[in-house]
């Protein structure tokens, strides 16, 4: 059982990223899905989640409007779309998955936002 994701980076300013997350050994649905960031020297922080019940989603506030997080149960994948990004969205991104008070972590993909 494992998350693999990848997609992360260097990008410039405003520019887009996709992060994607494939699960192996279980099935993504219906479990709640995620994607938190540690940035260097700050907290962990929780960017987006979807429920796996009834699809509704939670972003962060720095980043609505420019991070949309889907689920592709055909591919078994969850992806996070970033946009206009910024250089305080430099940061690890860990995906995540959790049903029934079980976690599933997978590995960090880096994020660089820079000119």
């Known amino acids: 059982v494992q998350l693999q994701a990848y997609g992360g980076g260097l990008v410039q300013p405003g520019g887009s990223l996709r992060l994607s997350c494939v699960a192996s050994?279980?099935?993504?649905?219906?479990?709640?899905i995620g994607w938190l960031r540690q940035a260097p020297g700050k907290e962990p922080e929780w960017v987006a989640c979807?429920?796996?019940?009834?699809?509704?989603?939670y972003y962060t506030d720095s980043v609505k409007g420019r991070f949309t997080i889907s689920r592709d149960n055909a591919k078994n994948t969850v992806t996070l779309q970033m946009s206009s990004l910024k250089p305080e969205d430099t940061a690890v991104y860990y995906c995540?998955?959790?049903?029934?008070?079980?976690?599933?972590w997978g590995h960090g993909t880096h994020v660089t936002v820079s000119s």
């Open positions: 979807a429920s796996g019940t009834d699809g509704a989603t």
């Open positions: 050994g279980f099935t993504l649905d219906p479990w709640t």
């Open positions: 995540h998955a959790r049903f029934n008070n079980i976690d599933y």
